[in-house]
């Protein structure tokens, strides 16, 4: 009785931080402003440690096993260094969206906790790996400025290995997907992904002129060709849609797009009458229950799955998302939907969504055309990629099986998206050290002619004009954190 | 330039804006509008069982608000109560090591709040379960006490239906069981093989139609010859021969003169043997798969699928065994019910159904259930022509029995052989059609077991069912 209490307790508590959670990161997105997005993220990292304790207390009451008691200590450990590491090494990095990840990992492990213990160990082994990426990339990327050299190197490297999967990979579940490396199923068309974004705003940057956009074209359709091969549809599509948008950004020539988009649609209907698996999966959007005892019984589990769920759920472990086959990987957002309910679940969607807006919103600051294709080009993979697994869990669009980043098990998917997390923090950081600059020498300017002023009057301040400079239209300019810019400031003026 | 690239980005920005919150409006539409339907899929089974230790299961109650079961708490125990006991039994069903009847069809309405989600955290949080909702059934409760009675103590199945909306208004399975002493009783009626008092036979039931499949029979006559049945003829001396097979009318009776009309209301064997030798057999099968042989109806009801074999294959004898309603066919109670329905409702069959409507257990709607067609079985002068000849059945034939004051019947009566060692199975299927009122009607379909002839044991019954409806109207 007492138990049952407790868990109904943690289950509405857990919606409700999450809830909180989720106001405080599109507030956050109010604002640009760093400093100020930073302090929200202290916040938002109470949250989390709040709902991931929530979440393994009604595991441990569930189970009553020690292990998980341990598994959960280890977590919070492991966040916490790695936010403040973050914190120390990145001062001026973005921090929303760090926390953003740990948001969508902590939800990651604890339903893959739900699902398999084993498995929540195994992803929790990658994320640790994908924290240390995030540490380590964005002082990479910000010295590397030859990146932007290689594009037919990212394109010959990308294409090859993607042929070598196509020819050789393991099929799992009717897909050439994975390389066998050292015990470990390696999916490359993930990591390719990233060579894939390179690719393309390398080749972009160099010139937008036509015969380099056919180049181009030509190229990175090649790509989706070799995907669409290997009956990897889901990865075809990101590849395909993340191409067009990088294109319509680089040559601001929407012409480009629409024939894109209008290719890629008779390639669907010939696709359609073509491949017998393609229609097998319209045909389970179409009607989940076609074929329950064979193949769309996924699909029609799903949707049982998250009917069943409602809008509070049936509770966190009090489901049964095991009945979905491939539920910790292509699955996952039902899983969600069933246990911890619609509304929760269209809180993960709006924090997806924020995530993607933040990165996209990074490559505007970019003055490099390279970095601001790469940086938007990622951000356009990541969203799409929600877009594809939430919207074929749900029957919105016909499934396509692919991960959910962040939440879906695989230790390919979780690296992936750590490394582009990665990137775009590298990006930031370039900007901010620009920033930084160009306001220390407004700043500087500004301090001698207050001066002169001052001097030449003999008192007054200037400190309100520039309170009113910083949010009078509510969206502030980039800037970094005053106090902290007064200290360095009067460093460099000794 | 770049300030125009950003352009360019916003705008994307905008359209992934546009795709995420299109995916939180779905799903809420999806939540609002679908998720029932998924919920209460017969493959969700598994999920909903475990929905028994969440929820209170919600009352069900007759057409009029009368309680048939609902939930009791006892030392923090919830049992379930079911004041009509045996009456009720199979139609209600139980829930008690598995799940059956309208517990089992109503079990994602039962087992599903739809009050207040903030009432039902608060009930959560102080650690009440919450209560299901309640299902309002089409059942009458005077009419299935009638029938109860009126089948005396004969093993069988009875349906009542309101034959233009597909209402089920009683269903009744003998041998009954108390729902209330189940978990005392279980292994006793587990292992009671002869009886099988668990089972509902009067969808799950396959029967012998005996004489009741005539209508079937006469129907293809007709329809193969539109223009020259009326003149058919059979002189029938008590028995009919071909080759060395010889079939028997009802004791041996001589029923002289036949045409069709008169035969169907005299139930002639012989008659009928003869002519459905001249039947084709392929469009016959495919008839009786158009009125629900051999196939899943699709019945909000769930019921057994009737059987039905006839091809050019067939000996002589299981052509005129099959002729006459005998041989290898099979149907339930509940799907003769839905024949001479539809020959009542002009040759529309409609789809029956017994959960009416559901409430929450504060009164609010939640869903109801509107009549729905199932198929188109006979045209409107067809089923004129055959209401024709099942009245003759009761003002000039077998079923005479059948036939009470401010009502006229329309019915066929059967006595279907299922051993040479036991009585027959005494069947009778048909409608009656207020005098004053042709818009009511009401459908019934009797089985009994044993009960000897269908003229005489099964019609008295229908005729007390046509009484106590048209009484209490």
């Known amino acids: 009785m007492m138990v049952n209490l407790a868990l109904e307790y943690s289950r509405y508590l857990m919606l409700l931080i999450l809830i909180l959670y989720t106001i405080l990161n599109l507030y956050g997105l109010r604002s640009l402003d760093i400093a100020w997005q930073n302090r929200l993220c202290r916040h938002q990292m109470i949250l989390i440690l709040m709902l991931q304790f929530l979440g393994y207390v009604i595991i441990y009451l569930k189970t009553r096993e020690l292990q998980m008691v341990m598994f959960y200590g280890v977590q919070v450990a492991v966040f916490l260094v790695y936010y403040l ?42 994320l640790c790996i994908g924290f240390l990426m995030t540490l380590l990339i964005p002082i990479v990327i ?44 390696l999916q490359p068309s993930e990591f390719i992904k990233i060579l894939f974004v390179f690719f393309t705003a390398a080749m972009l940057h160099k010139s937008t002129s036509f015969p380099q956009v056919v180049i181009t074209t030509v190229l990175a359709a090649a790509h989706v060709l070799v995907l669409v091969a290997s009956t990897d549809l889901g990865s075809a599509l990101v590849y395909f849609v993340a191409y067009l948008f990088m294109l319509f950004v680089a040559t601001h020539q929407p012409l480009y797009m629409a024939a894109g988009f209008g290719s890629g649609g008779i390639a669907a209907a010939l696709a359609y009458r073509l491949f017998s698996h393609v229609r097998v999966r319209v045909a ?61 679940a269209m809180c993960v969607i709006l924090i997806y969504l924020g995530f993607v807006l933040q990165m996209i919103w990074v490559s505007t600051w970019m003055s490099e055309l390279f970095y601001k294709i790469a940086g938007f080009g990622l951000a356009v993979m990541f969203g799409f990629q929600v877009f594809l697994h939430i919207g074929g869990v749900t029957k919105l669009i016909p499934c396509t099986g692919i991960t959910l980043p962040l939440i879906s098990y695989g230790g390919s998917s979780i690296l992936t998206t750590m490394i582009m997390i990665g990137i775009i923090e590298g990006l930031h950081l370039m900007k901010e050290k620009e920033v930084q600059e160009d306001e220390r020498r407004r700043r500087w300017e500004e301090e001698m002619e207050e001066r002169e002023f001052e001097e030449r009057i003999g008192g007054g301040s200037g400190r309100d004009d520039r309170d009113g400079r910083n949010g009078a239209d509510g969206r502030r300019p980039i800037r970094w954190q005053e106090d902290e810019a007064d200290e360095e400031f009067e460093i460099l003026e000794r | 330039m770049l300030r125009r690239t950003n352009k360019e980005i916003m705008s994307v920005s905008y359209v992934v804006m546009l795709l995420f919150v299109g995916m939180i409006a779905y799903l809420g539409y999806f939540t609002v509008h679908d998720a029932d339907t998924f919920r209460n899929n017969s493959h969700n089974g598994k999920r909903l069982a475990l929905l028994e230790d969440k929820y209170i299961r919600g009352e069900i109650q007759a057409a009029d608000g009368t309680t048939l079961a609902a939930s009791v708490t006892e030392d923090g125990k919830d049992t379930r109560y079911y004041p009509y006991g045996k009456t009720f039994a199979h139609v209600v069903g139980y829930s008690y090591n598995g799940v059956t009847g309208i517990e089992s069809q109503g079990a994602s309405y039962l087992l599903n709040s739809h009050t207040n989600p903030i009432i039902r955290i608060i009930e959560a949080l102080r650690g009440i379960k919450s209560s299901g909702d309640t299902v309002i059934t089409t059942l009458d409760v005077n009419l299935q006490q009638t029938v109860y009675q009126a089948m005396s103590d004969y093993n069988g199945a009875a349906v009542v239906m309101e034959p233009s909306t597909g209402k089920v208004l009683a269903m009744v399975s003998r041998p009954g069981f108390d729902p209330n002493t189940l978990p005392d009783k279980w292994e006793d009626l587990v292992n009671d093989s002869g009886n099988s008092s668990l089972v509902n036979r009067a969808t799950q039931g396959l029967y012998t139609p005996g004489s009741t499949f005539k209508i079937l029979t006469a129907l293809e006559y007709m329809r193969e010859n539109p223009s020259s049945w009326p003149s058919f003829t059979f002189d029938c001396d008590g028995t009919y021969t071909v080759e060395d097979y010889t079939i028997n009318c009802s004791k041996k009776k001589e029923h002289g003169e036949q045409d069709l009309r008169a035969a169907f209301a005299n139930s002639c064997n012989g008659a009928f043997a003869a002519l459905g030798q001249q039947l084709s057999f392929s469009r016959f099968y495919n008839m009786c798969g158009d009125f629900g042989f051999n196939t899943s109806l699709g019945t909000r009801v769930p019921t057994a699928t009737s059987k039905f074999e006839l091809s050019n294959n067939n000996s002589t004898w299981k052509i005129l065994q099959t002729a006459i309603g005998q041989g290898d066919t099979q149907i339930t109670p509940m799907l003769n019910c839905l024949i001479v329905s539809a020959v009542a409702n002009n040759g529309v069959m409609m789809n029956p159904y017994l959960i009416d409507s559901v409430v929450t257990r504060y009164g609010d709607k939640v869903a109801s259930f509107a009549p729905a067609s199932l198929r188109t079985v006979m045209t409107a002068a067809e089923a004129a022509e055959m209401e024709k000849m099942m009245e003759k059945v009761v003002t000039d034939g077998t079923g005479s029995e059948a036939q009470g004051s401010g009502y006229t019947v329309a019915g066929k009566t059967g006595s279907a052989e299922t051993s040479k060692d036991v009585e027959t199975n005494a069947w009778f299927v048909g409608y009656a059609t207020d005098d004053n009122n042709n818009a009511r009607q009401i459908a019934v379909s009797i089985v009994l077991e044993e009960g000897g002839s269908g003229g005489q044991a099964a019609a008295p019954v229908a005729r007390k069912i046509f009484d106590a409806w048209y009484e209490n109207q």
Not at chain 1, 155 to 167: E, F, N
Request: hydrophobic share 50%; charged share 10%; net charge positive.
């Open chain 1, 284 to 344: 389970m959007w179409r009607d989940p229950f076609y074929d329950y005892d064979n193949k769309s019984r996924q699909i029609a589990q799903s949707m049982m799955a998250i009917g069943t769920g409602g809008w509070l759920g049936s509770g966190f472990y009090q489901g049964m998302p095991g009945l979905i086959s491939l539920v910790r990987n292509d699955f996952v957002f039902a899983a969600i939907c069933e246990e911890l309910g619609v509304i929760f």
């Open chain 1, 85 to 126: 590491m973050f914190g120390l090494v990145y001062r001026h990095g973005s921090r929303i969206l760090i926390s953003n990840t740990i948001m969508l990992a902590t939800i990651g492990l604890m339903i893959q906790t739900r699902l398999n213990f084993e498995y929540a160990i195994r992803q929790f082994f990658f």
């Open chain 1, 142 to 185: 910000r010295y590397m400025h030859f990146l932007a050299k290689f594009g037919y190197l990212y394109a010959i490297l990308g294409l090859g290995l993607l042929a070598v999967v196509w020819r050789t990979g393991s099929t799992t579940y009717g897909a050439q997907l994975s390389i066998s490396l050292g015990g470990f199923a």
